[in-house]
């Protein structure tokens, strides 16, 4: 199993630039995540989805952020326009069904700098 | 809502030693799921050990295991015979539901 794959490793962009992170879960899992890490808030949830669709977005910061999951292999995270403070790393993970006792797998994250 | 406390922002511990580094999770809950997870400089979030609430026995994983005590809401993990590879930022993490709260996390050094 490939694992969690997420793309870009490393994204840097100019403030006001729109910005798409990219994430590719487990075959087989039901439920994805999108997290934000950044030294000052730690690991922050910002919104997941139950079989592509979205069921809790309550942590999406802004509307500049958005999030889709057109099919069960594919996710993608855009900010748009992106700012300076929108620097972090994001991860996404996935899990089985009933992941309240299933761990989260995640990616390795994308850095994103937006200058 | 449910918070997760690291109170030790960093640690450090010899080789082939045991260190413990402590959480603690405030919930009213009493069915949940906790667990650690460990980040190397590679940034890679990997899962070191969970626990569920409802067994009192503690999980073990090869050379980390933790004391879970629920009344205290204390969920700490010990790594015995730490090895250089262990050297990275710990998370405890507190899950119920679909929603999983992190601590701020500790950042373990091991000296040769």
């Known amino acids: 199993d490939a694992g969690v794959i997420q793309s870009p490793r490393h994204e840097v962009t100019e403030m006001g630039q729109e910005v798409t992170l990219r994430c590719k879960p487990i075959?087989?899992?039901?439920?994805l995540f999108w997290y934000r890490q950044t030294m000052m808030r730690g690991l922050e949830l910002l919104i997941y989805f139950n079989n592509n669709v979205p069921i809790d977005d309550s942590g999406m910061p802004e509307d500049r952020f958005s999030a889709k999951m057109p099919n069960a292999s594919f996710s993608t995270l855009k900010i748009q326009p992106s700012e300076p403070r929108d620097s972090a790393v994001y991860f996404c993970?996935?899990?089985?069904?009933?992941?309240?006792?299933?761990?989260?797998?995640f990616g390795n994250g994308t850095r994103l700098t937006v200058t | 809502a449910q918070t997760v406390t690291q109170s030790q922002p960093e640690m450090s511990v010899q080789e082939a030693e045991t260190v413990t580094l402590s959480c603690t999770y405030d919930t009213s809950e009493s069915d949940y799921y906790l667990f650690w997870y460990k980040q190397p400089p590679s940034r890679q979030m990997i899962l070191v050990i969970r626990q569920e609430a409802y067994k009192q026995q503690n999980a073990t994983e090869n050379r980390f295991s933790v004391n879970f005590q629920k009344a205290a809401k204390s969920f700490s993990l010990k790594i015995s015979d730490s090895q250089l590879g262990d050297a990275a930022m710990y998370f405890c993490a507190y899950r119920r539901g679909y929603d999983m709260r992190f601590g701020a996390g500790t950042r373990l050094t091991v000296k040769p």
């Open positions: 993970a996935s899990s089985h069904d009933r992941p309240e006792n299933s761990p989260l797998h």
């Open positions: 075959s087989g899992h039901d439920y």
